[in-house]
């Protein structure tokens, strides 16, 4: 430890028990909520045309689409904890659970550490609603584009094969005119 740095008060002793607000976060593989689960999706055009596309919110890359897609929880609540060690890095305290040999490190920051459980339960449930409100902000952002993409890909390669069939009936028509000439003569 330097002392140039201003100091900082250490919160909490070490191996004394305090609550914690938990690790909270879970991951679950869910159907996935634009194609239920079929990996297609029937897309209706402003002419009524039906288009019938692969679905693209549950496909990860350019690989086929999984039918499903992983949602984070967010589920905080008052956990026993004891700091072993303490890390003070610029304003930021963490404290570390685990014994300086050990192999998994739990860590907590003091801001989310507490003496009294009602007050880590308070803080449990401010960080649950904020964190599954921006989790649900960006499932709403990514659905937004990937529909936007979606629509974009049915407007191009609609597009494309448009184009390209013109072009097919341009190439056909040009051949058909050469055949049409006598045989025999150079290039
Ligand atoms: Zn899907």
Redesign the pocket.
Known sequence: MTNDSHSLPIPFALGEQVWWVGNGYREESIT????????A?TMIRGNGEQVSLE?????LGYNP???V?SRIYYDHRPTLFTPRRVRVDGDEITYSASEPDATCYVTAYARDLFTSQDECQARCDILNAERTRAEEDKALAMLTSKRQSLAHSVHYWGNLAKNLKKQLEQVEARLAVVKQKPEGGQG
Do not use: D
């Open positions: 996935c909520p634009e194609c239920a689960g079929t990996k999706l679905c693209n919110y549950c496909q689409p999984r039918g897609v």
